[in-house]
């Protein structure tokens, strides 16, 4: 973000940023420190998140996948090109979002994420939300859907249905000190193995961009 000499809200947007970034730091700091996880002691590389700190979307996706851990970086794969593919279809791109994971480290064979393994790291994860403060939460697949909901225990819902039944119906979400809006979404990788879904995707993709 360029500043401009004599804005007082260009330099005040550019503090902010800054402070955020350090923020996000010092948490991914404290997980390398402090976590205790047999993933951790497995995996190559901690993969804690990409993009804009002051994103106005936040996408949380399921785990990082070999090529994320060997970088780093979530969504590098084929995933992450199918992720940029349909942002560019609302006019944004990866640049424009900010995007982490439920687990920071990588399960065994891309397994599913265990029950104890998203309790260690989630509170980290909701870290990351409460510094990003984004208007839109999009969890890509069902283990990030069905976390993000439950944590925030949204109000009239019975149960939390899997991404199948939720995909692209917005849910209002407020909290303490932050109000934005969760909409689930199918992980762009199904998209690999499963085509009919990429129409589903691109139509679901169209519904969330009325909310930024």
Do not use: W
């Not at 996000?24 to 497995?42: G, N």
């Not at 687990?103 to 260690?120: M, S, T, V």
């Amino acid at each position: 973000m360029q500043k401009t000499l004599g804005t007082y809200g260009a330099v005040d947007e550019s503090r902010e940023l800054t402070d955020k970034r350090q923020a996000l730091e010092a948490v991914r700091e404290r997980i390398e420190k402090e976590l205790v996880c047999p993933l951790k002691d497995a995996a190559k590389n901690i993969v804690f998140g990409k993009g804009n700190p002051d994103a106005s979307i936040m996408f949380i996706g399921e785990a990082p996948g070999e090529k994320e851990d060997l970088q780093g970086v979530p969504f590098v794969g084929a995933a992450g090109k199918q992720l940029d593919s349909l942002l560019q279809s609302i006019g944004m791109t990866l640049d424009d979002a900010y995007i982490a994971n439920i687990l920071k480290y990588r399960p065994p064979g891309n397994r599913d994420p265990q029950p104890d393994e998203i309790a260690r790291h989630t509170p980290y994860l909701i870290e990351q939300i409460e510094i990003i403060k984004p208007k839109v939460i999009a969890t890509l697949g069902n283990f990030s859907t069905k976390f993000v909901l439950a944590r925030f225990k949204v109000a009239g819902m019975k149960g939390i249905q899997g991404v199948s039944q939720l995909h692209g119906k917005p849910v209002e979400v407020s909290t303490s000190n932050a109000m934005f809006t969760v909409i689930p979404l199918y992980h762009p990788a199904a998209m690999l193995y499963r085509p009919q879904l990429r129409e589903i995707l691109h139509e679901d993709f169209q519904i969330m961009k009325q909310y930024l």
